[in-house]
Antibody
């Protein structure tokens, strides 16, 4: 059974940094692209970032480009999101998600597994 | 950016009734449209992939149809456990985008 467990979400002040982690199990982690998708409380879903299976390629939504960095450690079956210069509008649940088929993050594919999410609150 | 517009934000439906949720894309996305179900305080769950392909473990009362710009999620014979918000998602063109969600309430 695929399991994705996020951690690292906390209350943080605007302008500060935070690192989210996601630990994966139940599948061959380095065969699949991974993504972060976020959801502001009571709102809809927004794709944030994706990374290919071997970390050769990454992508970001315009809203986080230049502030967030996605990475992964295949030896540890882990995905990360380094979040810098945080803004109030970054407040959201952050979900770690697995692509259904693709090792490449930018190919046409669906999100077949989701973690439970970790809440990041940006407020002074 | 491709905008996905779901036909309604909210539906109140009686058990055993048929539910139809539509999703319209701002440009042609072929079959690159997927549906998710999100129950309260849970993460989204994949229901339908590539417009109409079934997903293992999902009850057969859930089905999808459509192509191009117009897509439909159908729930035949709604059950109480289907109370949730349903999202469409396109994977045709970056950035990946989602519809605004349709909340289905059981009367």
């Amino acid at each position: 059974e695929v399991q994705l467990v996020e951690s690292g979400g906390v209350l943080v002040q605007p302008g500060r940094s935070l690192r989210l982690s996601c630990t994966a199990s139940g599948f061959t982690f380095d065969d699949y692209a991974m993504h972060w998708v976020r959801q502001a409380p009571g709102k809809g879903l927004e794709w944030v970032s994706g990374i290919s299976s071997k970390s050769g390629s990454v992508g970001y939504a315009d809203s986080v480009k230049g502030r967030f960095t996605i990475s992964r450690d295949n030896a540890k079956n882990s995905l990360y999101l380094q979040m810098n210069s945080l803004k109030a509008e970054d407040t959201a649940f952050y979900y770690c998600t697995k692509r259904g088929n693709s090792p490449e993050w930018l190919l046409d594919d669906y999100f077949d597994s989701w973690g439970q999410g970790t809440l990041v609150t940006v407020s002074s | 950016e491709i905008v996905l517009t779901q036909s309604s934000d909210f539906q109140s439906v009686t058990p055993k009734e048929k539910v139809t949720i539509t999703c319209r894309a701002s440009q042609n996305i072929g079959l690159s449209l997927h549906w998710y179900q999100q129950k309260p305080d849970q993460s989204p769950k994949l229901l339908i992939k590539y417009a109409s392909q079934s997903v293992s473990g999902v009850p057969s009362r859930f089905s999808g149809s459509g192509s191009g710009t117009d897509f439909t999620l159908t729930i035949n014979s709604l059950e109480a456990e289907d109370a949730a918000t349903y999202y469409c998602h396109q994977s045709s063109t970056l950035p990946w985008t989602f519809g605004q969600g349709t909340k289905v309430e059981i009367k």
